[in-house]
């Protein structure tokens, strides 16, 4: 009963800290607000949520992960592959060397595999603070697309690192080449078993919406499902689950477009989802500001073990921390777009030198988030020969002392360094949404032909089912109309479906005020008004995104 009351009153606070993020007079990232307002929860009601770290490992990395594979612009992804493969894992190679050996050289109480687990859980970045605090100075499109595909695949090279290394601490051992030879099995085998479950399970579930018919709550289920059994069975095997995760959530985004699933479906689905991403990255930062005050008392606890008298050390471990993280991806980044542009010169390609102000924001974007958080979470509690395992609680400080220090950091310095930035200009994907808008519209002018001959052949009432069929497809022709027009004729175009949809907007909200002000009548029942009232929900969410 406990476990139930702490975890409903996790999830208010999450809901209070989005209230309050919108009510400070000075815009905050939202993960600052949540950890703030847990720290205050932690001080006042004295809770002490406690989870083993396999089981938090559990319940929030896969649906993360395979969230961020699921929804990642597969474009970007691939235009940029070669930048984002060298940050995601050049880059985490050279910050568990460098950070690693720094965090051995401060604190030689901590063991050196200890460190390296500690520098390889804080190499995986976290684009959704990022774009918490760019809110108000975007980021441009295709640097954000670089900053995701690099979360993405940086989360799993950095656990993965991560997993070697506490491995090394439990053991006292390391084999280069048997780490290598496993990385190979964990890798291979984690994205085979998340390409295999997704796939197989989506064509089960194909089938049985074929021959039973579909029901939305199952599909949403099944989707729901897949992370956890596609993480289970890699762990269960020896492979990587969190690469299962991954490739399950990216074999997901191409199953998905056979378009099996139904309308309602994928509108219900997105918004679970959307639901789950909010709540369990709400509470993973939550969860940080209330383990806060503890996390530090036991970091102290441990800095005074290892003989340092003083607790000015602590901030300063974190301040050095963050100093070598930016200044490693700094370094690295400048390397990675020179070279980016060295290769684009050799195939003939024109390519703008990218300014300092560039590098360094994209250095600074690099900010910890809770893939940081979760993972170090996971430290083991104990040794194999049941000896506290060395240095944890000093490890959880300083991970969650980067988080916050380099949220702080992008929070102040990116909007500074992105204003008015000169970037080269970005290849815009309006002509190819036309060009996919005309040829849905002309696909369904011929559907709808068919379509109304089938039923109207033979019937006396013929001409109904013509008039019918006109008035809509005259909606497409006019779309393909306005599609195909260029100059300034797309100019007007563009300005007359701008009137068109503010004067929608205005006639949707009539209907809905209307539809309620009927519902307290009581003239129409409830349940009608519900309905009614969800068609004009969609068809306003419909022509906003497509605005």
């Known amino acids: 009963m406990e476990s139930i009351t702490t975890s409903l009153f996790l999830l208010l606070a999450v809901v209070s800290s989005g209230i309050l993020a919108r009510s400070l007079p000075i815009p905050l990232p939202l993960p600052l607000v949540q950890i703030a307002l847990g720290a205050a929860i932690g001080s006042i009601a004295n809770l002490r949520v406690e989870l083993e770290p396999h089981i938090f490992f559990l319940l929030f990395l896969p649906p993360l992960l395979f969230l961020d594979g699921w929804r990642i612009p597969k474009e970007g992804l691939f235009r940029d592959k070669g930048t984002i493969l060298e940050l995601a894992l050049g880059l985490v190679v050279f910050t ?11 604190i030689p ?7 390296f687990a500690l520098a390889a ?10 774009s918490a605090i760019a809110a108000r100075t975007p980021i441009p499109k295709r640097l954000m697309h670089i900053l995701e595909g690099e979360s993405l695949l940086n989360d799993a090279s950095g656990l993965v690192c991560m997993r070697f290394a506490v491995a090394a601490a439990l053991t006292g051992t390391f084999s280069l080449v048997s780490a290598f030879g496993t990385f190979l099995w964990l890798a291979i085998g984690g994205i085979a078993i998340g390409v295999c479950v997704t796939w197989a399970t989506m064509r089960a579930k194909d089938y049985a919406s074929r021959r039973l018919g579909e029901e939305s709550g199952s599909q949403i289920l099944i989707s729901l499902l897949i992370p956890f059994g596609a993480y289970l069975l890699a762990e269960h095997v020896h492979c990587s689950g969190i690469l299962a995760a991954v490739s399950a959530g990216i074999t997901m985004s191409y199953a998905e477009q056979s378009g099996q699933a139904l309308a309602v479906t994928r509108v219900r689905r997105s918004a679970v989802w959307d639901l789950l991403q909010f709540s369990l990255n709400g509470i993973i930062f939550v969860l940080l500001g209330e383990q806060l005050p503890i996390i530090v008392g036991e970091a102290a606890d441990a800095v005074r073990e290892a003989g340092q008298s003083h607790l000015i050390w602590l901030p ?24 980016t542009m060295y290769r684009a010169r050799r195939n003939g390609d024109s390519i703008q030198n990218p300014g300092w102000r560039l590098v360094a924001a994209t250095s600074l974007a690099g900010v910890r988030g809770a893939i940081t958080l979760a993972g170090i979470l996971t430290l083991p509690l104990a040794m194999p020969d049941s000896t506290p395992f060395p240095a944890r609680d000093l490890a959880i400080f300083l991970a969650a002392g980067v988080i916050i220090v380099s949220l702080v950091a992008a929070s102040i310095g990116l909007p500074y360094l992105l204003k008015g930035l000169k970037l080269p200009p970005e290849a815009t994907d309006d002509r190819r949404e036309d060009i996919a808008r005309v040829a849905a519209a002309r696909a369904a002018i011929k559907a709808i032909e068919r379509k109304q001959h089938d039923l109207g052949q033979g019937r006396s009432d013929a001409n109904l089912y013509a ?3 006109v008035r809509l497809m005259d909606l497409y022709r006019e779309r393909i109309d306005g599609r195909t027009k ?12 701008a009137i068109e949809h503010q004067l929608r907007m205005e006639g949707f909200k009539a209907e809905r005020d209307e539809l ?3 519902g307290r009548s009581q003239r129409i029942p409830h349940d009608v008004i519900r309905k009614l009232v969800r068609e004009v929900d969609l068809l306003e969410a419909r022509h906003t995104y497509t605005h």
């Open 109 to 115: 109480a901590m063991p050196l595999a200890v460190a």
């Open 467 to 469: 008039e019918a069929g």
């Open 486 to 497: 260029t100059g300034e004729d797309a100019a007007l175009v563009r300005h007359i479906e």
């Open 96 to 106: 568990v060397l460098g950070v690693g050996l720094l965090i051995h050289w401060m």
């Open 516 to 518: 309620f002000r009927l």
């Open 316 to 339: 300063i471990y974190v301040i050095v921390i963050n100093a070598a993280l930016a200044a490693l991806r700094f370094a690295w980044v400048w390397v990675s777009f020179r070279f």
């Open 121 to 130: 859980i804080l190499s995986p970045t976290d684009p959704i603070a990022v």
